[in-house]
């Protein structure tokens, strides 16, 4: 059996997954939604209840499993169906999530049991609470605290002033009593509605493959992955900068059925070269409809931060471009566009961790030895903590538990997390002592039992990229939904991440070409005059001016903020900071980090006022 829940509009989406036992009922009574949707476990009692858009649920059962698809995955129900039949243990699910292409969770209930599990690239997250006695899951951990009734953990949120926030502290949600899974790791909940457990289901490949032999495996997922977004036809609009990420996947969108719309924002940086190559990548995509937006119409860094009421569940850096993000949304939807394709990701599997000569440098010292030297060139490594940093032999847990008591120093050069285990955090100088102490303290006990997202520090780095800019896309994804384009990243689907990282390391990261791996797989696809840019713009010019320009709507934000009234921030230090907008300091992104919780929290206040 099949089961299809009508169109609902736009606006907030969400499900979440209950047991089959009675206490489980009166949950379901306090989900609401203006669409609010149910499908049902086999005794008649809610199993999955949530807000979603027609076609991103596929739900089939046969005898006593219930299997459902949530998101983007062209799967087709009688498969599903035929795979529910055969399913007799619920790791069963893993196999099956590995062999479907798209960005979805996967929930099955097997008899009185549940298993629930998201995306390996973090994209699409699982949180689960105990509410009235009972295990609940959801894709939103907003959800469940309201649910539960949970109240705001302070130091979660302070920890979220870190820059960068360290894994795994990032997994925690900022209410208690609402926890995350992992990325690559499933929920279980046992029969009795209340005991749940996670573990893992995804592994990352071993990087064993030359670039020469996994070059056709990486264009085929890709290819599976646009193709499972343009297959249904209409109209789709794609990201176009011109760079190897966008026109690779618009080239793929134009072989498909659906007519597409490039869409392309030129930069105000007079080096930026992008609306060159996206017009070079235009003019060999004749049937392609190219969008080019006027400059001046593109929101700066910094634009709307006090109006955005987006209720998220996590504070992200997100926040920084949310009016960029959403400004190009109705014109494409007046184009007739039903899903926008972006090329967000590519920079994270294309390309790879510096950090791996680290590992093979006792490898193969002689080739980690000359390309270390081309980094070294490209980046003006100094010498000194280059050394240090190929030299550092600590286990993660002791890299987490030393950046615990250095979070107040001064930044250490780039190579250090470039070679390192990641950039190590930084609490800034207007975070109240209490606030620092605090979470310092979270840092030491999280490192007593943390453990890499790899054993190595390049493999524990990509991934810790992916997962990084997967939260800050999810959210972005919801605005863009909300405002009535849903957004997909078919660089961030498992299968293609998979088919990149099984590429060993130096054929994927080198100081003499740029992402190599990219280029070979499209290679004969994309034309070979986009794919010899080497360059990539920045949005330094438009960040410098959006701070001048938005710095008075700063300064009212630090005039009321939440942040100090909780006693994590000293306002009149950010008040002196950001009514300077040419201090040095502010060319980087030091203010994201304490901006997108301050900006949380407000419109989380905002949406609670009567």
């Given at each position: 059996?099949?089961?299809?829940?009508?169109?609902?509009?736009?606006?907030?989406?969400f499900?979440?997954?209950?047991?089959d036992?009675?206490?489980?009922?009166?949950?379901?009574?306090?989900?609401?939604?203006?669409?609010?949707?149910?499908?049902?476990?086999?005794?008649?009692?809610?199993?999955?209840?949530?807000?979603?858009?027609?076609?991103?649920?596929?739900?089939?059962?046969?005898?006593?499993?219930?299997?459902?698809?949530?998101?983007?995955?062209?799967?087709?129900?009688?498969?599903?169906?035929?795979?529910?039949?055969?399913?007799?243990?619920?790791?069963?699910?893993?196999?099956?999530?590995?062999?479907?292409?798209?960005?979805?969770?996967?929930?099955?209930?097997?008899?009185?049991?549940?298993?629930?599990?998201?995306?390996?690239?973090?994209?699409?997250?699982v949180?689960?609470?105990?509410?009235?006695?009972?295990?609940?899951?959801?894709?939103?951990?907003?959800?469940?605290?309201?649910?539960a009734?949970?109240?705001?953990?302070?130091?979660?949120?302070a920890?979220?002033?870190?820059?960068?926030?360290?894994?795994?502290?990032?997994?925690?949600?900022?209410?208690?009593?609402?926890?995350?899974?992992?990325?690559?790791?499933?929920?279980?909940?046992?029969?009795?509605?209340?005991?749940a457990?996670?573990?893992?289901?995804?592994?990352?490949?071993?990087?064993?493959?030359?670039?020469?032999?996994?070059?056709?495996?990486?264009?085929?997922?890709?290819?599976?992955?646009?193709?499972?977004?343009?297959?249904?036809?209409?109209?789709?609009?794609c990201?176009?900068?011109?760079?190897?990420?966008?026109?690779?996947?618009?080239?793929?969108?134009?072989?498909?059925?659906?007519?597409?719309v490039?869409?392309?924002?030129?930069?105000?940086?007079?080096?930026d070269?992008?609306?060159?190559?996206?017009?070079?990548?235009?003019?060999?995509?004749?049937?392609?409809?190219?969008?080019?937006?006027?400059?001046?119409?593109?929101?700066?860094?910094?634009?709307?931060?006090?109006?955005?009421?987006?209720?998220?569940?996590?504070?992200?850096?997100?926040?920084?471009?949310?009016?960029?993000?959403?400004?190009?949304?109705?014109?494409?939807?007046?184009?007739?566009?039903?899903?926008?394709l972006?090329?967000?990701?590519?920079?994270?599997?294309?390309?790879?961790?510096?950090?791996?000569?680290?590992?093979?440098?006792?490898?193969?010292?002689?080739?980690?030895?000359?390309?270390?030297?081309?980094?070294?060139?490209?980046?003006?490594?100094?010498?000194?903590?280059?050394a240090?940093?190929?030299?550092?032999?600590?286990?993660?847990?002791?890299?987490?538990?030393?950046?615990?008591?250095?979070?107040?120093?001064?930044?250490?050069?780039?190579?250090?997390?470039?070679?390192?285990?990641?950039?190590?955090p930084?609490?800034?100088?207007w975070?109240?002592?209490?606030?620092?102490?605090?979470?310092?303290?979270?840092?030491?006990?999280?490192?007593?039992?943390?453990?890499?997202?790899?054993?190595?520090?390049?493999?524990?780095?990509?991934?810790?990229?992916?997962?990084?800019?997967?939260?800050?896309?999810r959210?972005?994804?919801?605005?863009?939904?909300?405002?009535?384009?849903?957004?997909?990243?078919?660089?961030?689907?498992?299968?293609?991440?998979?088919?990149?990282?099984?590429?060993?390391?130096?054929?994927?990261?080198?100081?003499?070409?740029?992402?190599?791996?990219?280029?070979?797989?499209?290679?004969?696809?994309?034309?070979?005059?986009?794919?010899?840019?080497?360059?990539?713009a920045?949005?330094?010019?438009?960040?410098?001016?959006?701070?001048?320009?938005?710095?008075?709507?700063?300064?009212?934000?630090?005039?009321?903020?939440?942040?100090?009234?909780?006693?994590?921030?000293?306002?009149?230090?950010?008040?002196?900071?950001?009514?300077?907008?040419?201090?040095?300091?502010?060319?980087?992104?030091?203010?994201?980090?304490?901006?997108?919780?301050?900006?949380?929290?407000?419109?989380?206040?905002?949406?609670?006022?009567?």
């Amino acid at each position: 059996m099949v089961d299809h829940s009508d169109e609902p509009g736009h606006g907030e989406t969400f499900f979440a997954v209950l047991p089959d036992r009675e206490a489980a009922l009166a949950v379901a009574r306090r989900l609401d939604a203006p669409t609010l949707r149910t499908v049902p476990h086999s005794s008649g009692r809610p199993w999955l209840v949530g807000s979603w858009a027609d076609g991103e649920v596929t739900a089939v059962h046969a005898g006593d499993v219930r299997l459902a698809v949530v998101g983007q995955c062209a799967v087709d129900p009688d498969r599903l169906t035929r795979r529910a039949a055969r399913l007799t243990r619920l790791s069963d699910l893993s196999r099956l999530a590995r062999s479907l292409p798209g960005s979805f969770h996967l929930v099955a209930a097997l008899g009185d049991r549940l298993r629930v599990q998201g995306s390996a690239s973090g994209l699409r997250l699982v949180f689960h609470a105990r509410v009235d006695g009972v295990t609940v899951a959801a894709d939103r951990a907003d959800v469940l605290a309201e649910l539960a009734g949970a109240d705001l953990d302070e130091t979660r949120l302070a920890a979220r002033l870190l820059w960068p926030v360290p894994h795994p502290v990032g997994v925690a949600p900022v209410w208690r009593g609402v926890h995350g899974v992992e990325p690559g790791h499933h929920l279980t909940v046992d029969a009795d509605g209340r005991t749940a457990r996670t573990g893992r289901w995804w592994a990352p490949p071993r990087p064993d493959r030359p670039l020469a032999d996994a070059a056709d495996d990486i264009r085929a997922a890709l290819a599976d992955a646009v193709d499972a977004r343009t297959r249904g036809g209409g109209t789709v609009s794609c990201d176009l900068s011109g760079g190897l990420d966008s026109t690779s996947v618009c080239v793929l969108a134009a072989r498909g059925p659906a007519h597409v719309v490039a869409s392309t924002w030129p930069g105000l940086d007079p080096a930026d070269d992008d609306l060159e190559w996206a017009r070079r990548a235009a003019a060999h995509l004749p049937g392609v409809e190219h969008a080019v937006w006027p400059v001046e119409r593109s929101p700066l860094v910094y634009a709307g931060l006090p109006d955005i009421d987006d209720v998220l569940d996590e504070p992200t850096i997100g926040v920084m471009d949310h009016a960029r993000v959403l400004s190009h949304v109705p014109a494409l939807v007046d184009r007739g566009s039903r899903l926008h394709l972006t090329g967000i990701g590519g920079d994270h599997v294309a390309w790879c961790s510096e950090a791996h000569y680290h590992r093979l440098l006792r490898r193969r010292p002689l080739l980690a030895a000359q390309r270390l030297r081309g980094f070294r060139a490209l980046f003006t490594w100094p010498p000194g903590p280059m050394a240090a940093a190929l030299a550092d032999t600590r286990p993660y847990g002791r890299w987490l538990a030393d950046a615990a008591a250095d979070l107040r120093r001064p930044e250490p050069p780039p190579v250090t997390g470039a070679l390192g285990w990641g950039t190590p955090p930084r609490l800034f100088e207007w975070v109240t002592p209490d606030a620092a102490r605090a979470v310092a303290g979270l840092l030491r006990r999280t490192a007593a039992t943390a453990r890499p997202l790899a054993p190595d520090r390049g493999a524990h780095a990509d991934l810790e990229a992916i997962h990084t800019t997967t939260r800050i896309v999810r959210q972005w994804d919801r605005a863009c939904a909300r405002a009535g384009l849903p957004a997909a990243h078919p660089f961030f689907d498992d299968r293609v991440i998979e088919a990149f990282l099984a590429v060993r390391p130096e054929d994927r990261v080198t100081p003499w070409s740029y992402k190599p791996s990219l280029v070979a797989a499209m290679r004969g696809v994309v034309p070979d005059a986009c794919l010899a840019r080497t360059s990539k713009a920045t949005a330094a010019t438009d960040a410098v001016r959006g701070l001048r320009r938005h710095a008075a709507e700063l300064d009212a934000l630090w005039e009321t903020s939440r942040l100090a009234r909780l006693g994590l921030v000293d306002a009149d230090r950010l008040r002196a900071l950001t009514g300077r907008p040419d201090d040095p300091r502010l060319r980087g992104p030091i203010l994201y980090s304490t901006l997108a919780c301050e900006v949380w929290l407000r419109a989380r206040s905002r949406v609670k006022e009567p």
